[in-house]
């Protein structure tokens, strides 16, 4: 073996000692863990979701478990200020929201007016971990192009009304309301320039029985203009033109009974408006004046002169003044009873209480009495009718001997062989002989009110009492189909008819008798021209540019558009991987089996429903797994 040279001996003897000497007589040295935690991060101003202007100062907290070196500030994904500088952990930056720049020789605004536009931070601490926030959006609003929001409390659609109307418009706006001015079938009819926006409509200048179209105009103080979408009311002033009297009955006691003690007399009455008063005379003297149903009275006919007839007359007075006296019945106060004192008992078994009736009905009746029964005396609407002496006690009515579709009164008083009498339970059936209940009706679809466009489905539901025949339907008063079989729809092309005015949709239901119903009309605006030129705006709200990702990662798009967002493509390194057109527009992004450290490109195009197409500005990330 040849020998090693001595000098090489020797440095292996010292680099020896040296290690030996150094760990015989010095402490170990602790070599620190790298900093591997990274800071958090959190926009505490502007508030997401809220419009800015102007200059604003946007604030940031930032911490970390050894202190935040510095904070980048991003709008719309473009750096625009990195502050190094803090004062209890608060980051800032000033925001010009109005800035302008010069592009050939033309001021162009940097952020779009009336869009939003998304800020973010991006956090770092000295071992140079960082952080991004989530982005929140902020809408620039330099100058107020936002209309006010408005809607009629009172009335409501269809609502019959009369005399004064207090008209009631809730109005709200991003800065303040400047007027509300008030249409009656587009004829200006006023202002109101102060909460609470009513105007009182004297109903009683316009002609009753017909359909008036009500809308309003509101107007900012930057003369933005909202318009309410009309309404349909009705208006019937007509009580003072009533010149039918009311009708009625004296319902008990019938006429010729024998009566003692307390007896009450009850009086239906009914008006083709609305009743007003049932003025009540005994014997040709005035007793009471009756102002709410039930219509009655208790008499004491101990008070009366005994064994004698006593005359009971009504007069029934609506709410025009109409007067209509009711035929007067005459009975027998009888308060000195005879040996035989007990009342017979008696009962209507048919028909029943409430009982809608028509042809022949059979009145059956049920009465007994110790002593027997001498007779049973029918009275309709208080006037006798017949009489039965023989038992089982019915009597064949002929429905069509009275009124058609009112109510009518049946009472039965029963006699024993001693003179004493009970007056039955009245009850009140309803007589309809012939069908002339007109149908009714309501347009379900479209709203009034509404704004539509494109075809609409007219939806519309009818009853009658018999049987539904036809719909007559007419828009702007010209027919355009008859519908014979439910469900009632028709598909109403609005691109046929003008554009931005009002339209009416009026309805005829028609019955198997004949009868018609009027349904209240709906009117509606047609909104058909959509001009829209603004192509949609969207941001990839994650990740964000130069963030370092790895795993899974939701690749997030942000978009928006004022008449609606159609579908959003979202690439990777220009490889379509997603095509998205609900809300949110996400796509999962597994990124375990790409190359570590390696650049990718995230990119998204978005299209609106007028098919304008915004390509969104990419963002560079890094996979480290």
């Excluded at 009632?488 to 008819?497: A, F, K, L, R």
Aim: glycine share 6%; charged share 15%; hydrophobic share 35%.
């Amino acid at each position: 073996m040849a020998r090693q040279p001595k000098y090489f001996l020797l440095s292996i003897t010292l680099v020896m000692i040296t290690i030996t000497s150094f760990s015989c007589t010095d402490d170990p040295i602790e070599i620190p863990e790298p900093d591997t935690s990274p800071p958090q991060a959190l926009v505490l101003f502007p508030i997401d979701g809220d419009p800015v202007q102007g200059e604003i100062i946007i604030q940031v907290r930032a911490v970390d478990n050894d202190k935040v070196d510095s904070v980048q500030f991003l709008i719309d994904q473009t750096r625009v200020f990195t502050d190094s500088s803090h004062s209890d952990n608060i980051f800032k930056y000033t925001w010009n929201t109005g800035e302008s720049v010069m592009i050939d020789g033309e001021l162009v605004k940097v952020f779009t007016e009336d869009e939003f536009h998304y800020i973010s931070v991006i956090a770092f601490d000295p071992a140079g971990n960082s952080y991004a926030s989530v982005p929140i959006r902020s809408k620039v609003d330099n100058i107020d192009s936002e209309p006010p929001e408005a809607f009629f409390l009172s009335p409501f659609a269809g609502q019959y009304i009369s005399n004064v109307v207090n008209i009631e418009v809730i109005a709200t706006d991003n800065d303040s309301i400047q007027y509300v001015s008030y249409f009656i079938n587009n004829v200006l009819q006023g202002y109101v320039q102060e909460s609470p926006y009513i105007f009182p409509w004297n109903t009683n200048l316009v002609e009753s029985g017909n359909y008036y179209s009500l809308h309003a105009n509101v107007r900012d103080i930057n003369n933005n203009t909202t318009t309410i979408a009309p309404i349909s009311v009705f208006v019937d002033n007509g009580i003072e033109n009533d010149i039918s009297p009311p009708t009625g009955s004296i319902v008990s006691p019938p006429a010729g009974l024998s009566v003692s003690g307390d007896v009450q007399i009850i009086v239906s009455a009914n008006d083709n408006r609305a009743m007003g008063e049932v003025a009540l005379s005994i014997n040709g003297v005035y007793i009471t004046t009756m102002e709410q149903e039930p219509y009655y009275y208790i008499w004491d006919t101990t008070l009366e002169q005994e064994d004698t007839e006593h005359t009971i007359s009504v007069i029934l007075i609506d709410l025009a003044g109409n007067e209509a006296p009711l035929n007067p019945i005459s009975v027998l106060v009888d308060n000195q009873p005879s040996a035989d004192s007990q009342p017979p008992n008696v009962i209507i078994m048919e028909p029943a209480a409430g009982q809608e009736v028509s042809g022949m009905v059979d009145i059956e009746v049920i009465a007994t009495d110790e002593s027997g029964i001498s007779h049973i005396e029918y009275f309709i609407d208080g006037q006798a009718d017949t009489a039965d002496s023989i038992a089982p006690y019915n009597y064949n009515w002929d429905t069509e001997s009275v009124a058609d579709d009112m109510e009518h009164i049946i009472a039965v008083v029963a006699y024993d062989s001693s003179g004493n009498s009970t007056l039955a339970t009245p009850i009140a059936v309803y007589v309809d002989n012939f069908d002339n209940v007109p149908p009714s009706g309501q347009i379900q679809n479209p709203v009034p009110g509404q704004t539509v466009n494109g075809t609409v489905s007219i939806e519309i539901t009818a009853s009658d009492n018999e049987y539904v025949s036809h719909i007559e339907l007419s828009i702007d008063g010209l027919a355009r189909d008859t519908l014979v079989n439910p469900p009632y729809t028709y598909n109403w092309d609005t691109t046929q008819e003008t554009d931005d005015e009002d339209h009416v949709i009026s309805v005829i239901v028609s019955d198997s008798s004949g009868n018609i119903g009027f349904v209240p009309p709906v009117s509606v605006y047609i909104d058909n021209e959509v001009n829209d030129i603004s192509p949609p705006t969207g941001i990839i709200s994650n990740p964000l540019s130069g963030q370092t990702v790895s795993g899974t990662v939701n690749f997030t798009v942000v978009a928006q558009d004022d008449q609606g967002i159609a579908e959003v493509e979202l690439s990777i390194d220009g490889s379509v991987v997603s095509l998205d057109t609900e809300d949110p527009y996400q796509y999962s992004w597994d990124t375990t089996g790409l190359t570590n450290n390696s650049e990718h490109t995230l990119s998204a195009t978005v299209t609106d429903n007028a098919g304008h197409t915004t390509l969104l500005q990419p963002v560079l990330v890094t996979v480290v797994n």
